[in-house]
């Protein structure tokens, strides 16, 4: 089993900046992909950032040069660097990570942490 725990989450101005934090934990053979998903009330879970074990990333369209994510392989832990962040953009956001184990290949999902964006 693997266990994600994020932190960073909180309570953040329009035009502010979060840092979130996903570390990984467990007998862990090999992490690939790592990444943040969000959902707010009401919708959807969406993609904000993923990044491979090689540094390769991808965005969803409306977070483009506002989000950074990047990750620690010697540490398994995946970071979400937010700026200029909207009201609209309040939600749970979620840390996934595709992991084999001694159980196998599958994917692995944190908790969750709540970022609102409000004045």
């Known amino acids: 089993q693997v266990q994600l725990v994020e932190s960073g989450g909180g309570l953040v101005q329009p035009g502010g900046s979060l840092r979130l934090s996903c570390a990984a934990s467990?007998?862990?053979?090999?992490?690939?992909?790592m990444g943040w998903y969000r959902q707010a009330p009401g919708k959807q879970r969406e993609l904000v950032a993923r990044?491979?074990?090689?540094?390769?990333?991808n965005y969803a369209d409306s977070v483009k040069g506002r989000f950074t994510i990047s990750r620690d392989n010697a540490k398994n832990t995946v970071y979400l660097q937010m700026n200029s962040l909207k009201p609209e953009e309040t939600a749970v956001y979620y840390c996934?990570?595709?992991?084999?184990?001694?159980?196998?290949?599958?994917?692995?999902w944190g908790q969750g942490t709540q970022v609102t964006v409000s004045s």
């Open positions: 996934n990570a595709d992991a084999s184990t001694l159980s196998g290949y599958r994917d692995y």
């Open positions: 990044i491979t074990s090689g540094g390769n990333t």
């Open positions: 467990g007998i862990i053979f090999k992490i690939y992909a």
